[in-house]
């Protein structure tokens, strides 16, 4: 006969049906025992859904409670007990949220959520404004549990209007409605006006907001909507030039530079960027692609010439030996000196502004990026980096990796 132990082997390998037939009071023995490894006490919480027995409850809910248990073990037993009204005034607590174990303040607002507690609804507006996919889905779900419960105008009463985040709630909790939300392109904060262009889905409309939009930016969102929806540059382009092509000032980036830059990363930047950016994207001509190939092999030449003994150009990607981006690096003089080479343009610079290195690929064609221009900080422009999503200099746009 078939134990828990034989059940569950190791992490990631446990017997899903064979568990569910398994006696629950055996399973709840194991699931409370902190000498058990955490996946196999999870996978015992997973089994026990829908069959908790009474005689369990008890320690179950002290295992929820035990700061010093596994967080992973204690938000599977959250989502189990998620029925269980007694834990409210615990999950309530304001140290629930100062919780450090991976997961474990997300876990709390869920299962307020799942508790019909409307006091979480600025925990979950913030989760659900987030930059990071796997919070986001648990604010949007708590909320949507809380709005089926009680109604959007319960939910709303809950948030502080003077936070974009619960701007972002109202945008999306009307959009679900039917609502238009097109005057949410007018919100002073770019991640809130872009969530309502992300909902739009009619040009007409669209076209009837444009002639009475508020703010030049609201104008913006609109063309950027506008272009998204009928894949027509043209009406972008015409709001764009009537505006007098608005744009980031950014002290310091050249034109050339610009280009490169806003090309690369404009379209496609994160959402709390200057909409600007993302419509001088469309509406402006990029810059001709290099030829990458015969860059390197001009970058390799040069440093032969000078004879600094270049070795094979390998990507970004291959000399880190993962990931990938926008340049490639060619290592010379046996003592593990470097250039970098962009793929965005004839950019070329180093860790040490080698003057031998610099020279000879000025001499080539290149342009060097030395420490002053490559310290230039372009703002508003976010960009995702490491984790980081905010504006980022020019030495690590045009040579970036990411891994």
């Known amino acids: 006969m078939p134990t828990i132990e034989t059940l569950?082997?190791?992490?990631?390998?446990?017997?899903?049906?064979g568990l569910r037939a398994y006696d629950a009071d055996l399973l709840v023995r194991c699931a409370v025992?902190?000498?058990?490894?955490?996946?196999?006490?999870?996978?015992?919480?997973?089994?026990?859904?829908?069959?908790?027995p009474r005689s369990g409850l008890?320690?179950?809910?002290?295992?929820?409670r035990?700061?010093?248990?596994?967080?992973?073990?204690?938000?599977?037993?959250?989502?189990?007990?998620?029925?269980?009204?007694?834990?409210?005034?615990?999950?309530?607590?304001?140290?629930?949220?100062?919780?450090?174990a991976y997961g474990m303040p997300q876990a709390v607002l869920r299962a307020r959520a799942a508790l019909g507690d409307r006091t979480a609804a600025a925990g979950l507006a913030t989760l659900a404004f987030s930059?990071?996919?796997?919070?986001?889905?648990?604010?949007?779900?708590?909320?949507?549990?809380?709005?089926?419960?009680?109604?959007?105008?319960?939910?709303?009463?809950?948030?502080?209007?003077?936070?974009?985040?619960?701007?972002?709630?109202?945008?999306?909790?009307?959009?679900?409605?039917?609502?238009?939300v097109t005057d949410a392109l007018a919100d002073p904060d770019p991640q809130v006006a872009h969530l309502a262009q992300s909902l739009l889905t009619c040009p007409d409309r669209v076209r009837a907001y444009l002639a009475e939009a508020p703010t030049a930016d609201a104008q913006l969102w609109a063309a950027?909507?506008?272009?998204?929806?009928?894949?027509?540059?043209?009406?972008t382009r015409a709001v764009y030039e009537a505006l007098g092509r608005p744009r980031v000032e950014v002290a310091g980036l050249d034109e050339e530079l610009r280009r490169a830059i806003v090309h690369e990363y404009g379209p496609e930047c994160e959402k709390q960027s200057d909409p600007r950016w993302r419509v001088e994207a469309l509406c402006t001509e990029p810059p001709p692609p290099p030829d990458e190939e015969r860059q390197l092999a001009l970058a390799t030449a040069a440093l032969t010439a000078a004879g600094l003994a270049p070795s094979p150009p390998l990507s970004c990607g291959d000399a880190h030996r993962q990931g990938g981006g926008t340049y490639?690096?060619?290592?010379?003089?046996?003592?593990?000196?470097?250039?970098?080479?962009?793929?965005?343009?004839?950019?070329?610079?180093?860790?040490?502004?080698?003057?031998?290195?610099?020279?000879?690929?000025?001499?080539?064609?290149?342009?060097?990026?030395d420490g002053a221009t490559g310290s230039v900080r372009v703002t508003d422009l976010g960009v995702y980096y490491f984790g980081g999503r905010g504006p980022l200099d020019v030495q690590t746009l045009l040579f970036y990796w990411q891994d």
């Open 8 to 17: 569950t082997p190791q992490a990631g390998a446990a017997d899903a049906a």
């Open 33 to 52: 025992d902190p000498a058990q490894p955490w996946w196999r006490r999870t996978a015992c919480v997973d089994a026990l859904t829908g069959r908790v």
């Open 58 to 64: 008890g320690e179950l809910l002290d295992r929820v």
């Open 66 to 100: 035990d700061t010093g248990d596994s967080g992973t073990v204690r938000q599977a037993l959250l989502v189990l007990l998620s029925d269980r009204v007694e834990l409210l005034p615990w999950l309530r607590h304001e140290d629930r949220l100062r919780e450090d």
């Open 131 to 180: 930059h990071w996919r796997t919070e986001r889905a648990v604010g949007e779900a708590g909320l949507e549990a809380l709005t089926d419960r009680y109604g959007v105008e319960a939910v709303l009463a809950e948030l502080d209007g003077a936070r974009p985040e619960d701007r972002a709630v109202a945008v999306r909790l009307r959009d679900r409605a039917g609502g238009d």
């Open 224 to 235: 950027y909507a506008l272009n998204r929806l009928t894949g027509d540059v043209a009406e």
């Open 328 to 369: 490639h690096v060619i290592g010379y003089g046996g003592a593990g000196q470097e250039v970098l080479i962009s793929t965005l343009g004839r950019f070329a610079s180093d860790h040490e502004d080698d003057p031998a290195a610099r020279a000879a690929l000025e001499a080539a064609g290149f342009r060097w990026i």
